[in-house]
Nanobody, 127 residues
Framework: QVQLVESGGGLVQAGGSLRVSCVAD????????MGWFRQGSGKDREFVSA?????????YYADSVKGRFTISRDNANNTVYLHMNDLKTEDTAVYYC???????????????????WGKGTLVFVSS
């Protein structure tokens, strides 16, 4: 089992930027696809972004964050980042990172292959 620890959440004004991080333990971090998900109050958990294993040459984004969020990874430090720009109040949520060691796919709000999850970090965007 992989331990994932998110950090970097906080309070930010609408239009601002924030970067959240997720550190993983384990010696095979570069072999895992990594993803970010979020869950707002009273809402279902939703997919935000994912990055392929290895060099992270392939990235995926939910339509709601495309052009505003950027996912990246640093394999030397077992860390995946989510850079969030032009934040909106609707981005307020707990942000979770997840690891997919053997491939993944999402079907609506059903997430397959995401074997390990962090406990989340809260991002609050004020108007």
């Amino acid at each position: 089992q992989v331990q994932l620890v998110e950090s970097g959440g906080g309070l930010v004004q609408a239009g601002g930027s924030l970067r959240v991080s997720c550190v993983a333990d384990g010696h095979t971090f570069s072999n895992w696809a990594m993803g970010w998900f979020r869950q707002g109050s009273g809402k279902d958990r939703e997919f935000v972004s994912a990055i392929s294993h290895g060099s992270g040459g392939t990235t995926y984004y939910a339509d709601s964050v495309k052009g505003r969020f950027t996912i990246s990874r640093d394999n030397a430090n077992n860390t995946v980042y989510l850079h969030m720009n032009d934040l909106k109040t609707e981005d307020t949520a707990v942000y979770y990172c997840a690891a997919a060691p053997n491939g993944w796919y999402n079907r609506g709000n059903n997430f397959h292959g995401w074997n390990d999850w962090g406990k989340g970090t809260l991002v609050f965007v004020s108007s």
